[in-house]
């Protein structure tokens, strides 16, 4: 069947409607400036002007991931929302400039992409682009947005309602910033109880004397010479837990540019607060275990068939 439609769409040769390009741009680059998944960090106001200059300089369109950009709280308060974003975004510095002064086809230089996996649920495979009209607009003419087949209409009709009532909103203020935060409390505070005594290191920004932390991730490095992804395997085999180890984060072929193997990501998003410190503590008991020499964690005599269902990604 397929091969019947491939000899008849060479025999027509209509595949596309020979028009030329309105834009097209040389570079494109992508960037998770609030919260970065995976690193946490957050990118300064100073870089987000310096990287939209670059971009206008060099004709380059920078895609953001702003997915975790309203999931943020102050670690030391309550953990309130202020229902806004905690810098500008990229797209909106760049909106905030006059048209290229030279080029003729400005289509501005930034797309921001967001999503309501993080905000509402990952099922509904639903999210926006904002950008400049011009953009939008093409974004809105190619196939995958104009065939019917890709985007959902009835949940984004759905969403539409949730937006408008002020449901969504609420949802963030009053249910997720709240419980997050909580969340990345109980979860910082048994790491501090249970993992830095072994030596092991919490990321900068993840730190509680940071004025804001966000988004879903803590990262932890463990004492020289460990390797995650051992330890990983351990907690899967031993206690039921699942944890993501930093090789997964590196770029193939680019390893050396940013090394992870000490490192592990754990999630507070998930579990509820008493889970997250249950699974802080079975971490700990096979990172003790490692160091006093009573773990064996050479996975290749393990079968993966044994595992029991896990207890949930941290
Ligand atoms: C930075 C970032 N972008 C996008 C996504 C996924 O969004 P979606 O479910 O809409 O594809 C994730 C989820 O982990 C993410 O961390």
């Known amino acids: 069947m397929t091969a019947i439609l491939s000899v008849a769409l060479t025999q027509t040769q209509i595949l596309k409607p020979d028009r030329p390009w309105s834009k097209t741009y040389d ?5 998770v400036p609030d919260f970065s998944n995976p690193s946490g960090k957050t990118m300064s106001f100073s870089r987000r002007e310096m990287l939209v200059a670059i971009a206008r300089r060099h004709n380059a369109l920078v895609i953001t991931d ?10 030391s308060s309550s953990f309130s929302s202020s229902g806004k974003a905690l810098l500008p975004r990229l797209t909106d510095i760049d909106r905030a400039l006059p048209p ?42 190619v196939g995958s947005s104009r065939s019917g087949g890709c985007p959902s209409q ?20 009053t249910v997720l910033v709240p419980s997050y935060g909580r969340r990345w409390r109980k979860m ?13 290191e919490v990321s900068k920004v993840s730190l509680k004397d940071r004025d804001i932390f966000g988004g879903y991730f803590i990262w932890v490095e463990l004492p020289e010479g460990m390797s995650a992804e051992a330890i990983a395997f351990s907690a899967r085999e031993r206690e039921n837990l699942i944890v993501a180890h930093g090789n997964l984060f590196e770029v193939y072929g680019d390893e050396d540019a940013v090394k992870l193997d000490q ?12 889970t997250l410190v249950l699974g802080i503590e079975r971490l700990g ?17 393990t079968s993966l068939n044994s595992f029991k269902a896990p207890l949930g990604e941290f």
């Open 27 to 31: 570079h494109i680059v992508y960037a």
């Open 188 to 200: 910082v505070d048994a790491i501090e109880g249970e993992l830095v005594p072994l030596g092991i």
């Open 66 to 75: 702003d997915v975790y950009d309203r999931l943020h709280w102050p670690s």
């Open 154 to 173: 009835i949940v984004a009709t759905m969403i539409t309602e949730v937006i408008k009532s002020g449901e969504l909103q609420e949802h963030i203020d």
């Open 285 to 301: 008991r096979v990172i003790r275990d490692s160091l006093t020499g009573t773990q064996k964690t050479d996975k290749t005599k």
């Open 263 to 274: 490192w592990i990501r754990v999630c507070f998003a998930w579990e509820d607060e008493e």
């Open 100 to 141: 290229h002064p030279t080029d003729p086809r400005h289509f501005g230089h930034t797309l921001s992409n967001g999503s309501f996996s993080k905000i509402l649920g990952p099922g509904l495979r639903t999210g926006w682009a904002d950008c400049h009209p011009k953009l939008s607009y093409g974004l809105s003419q």
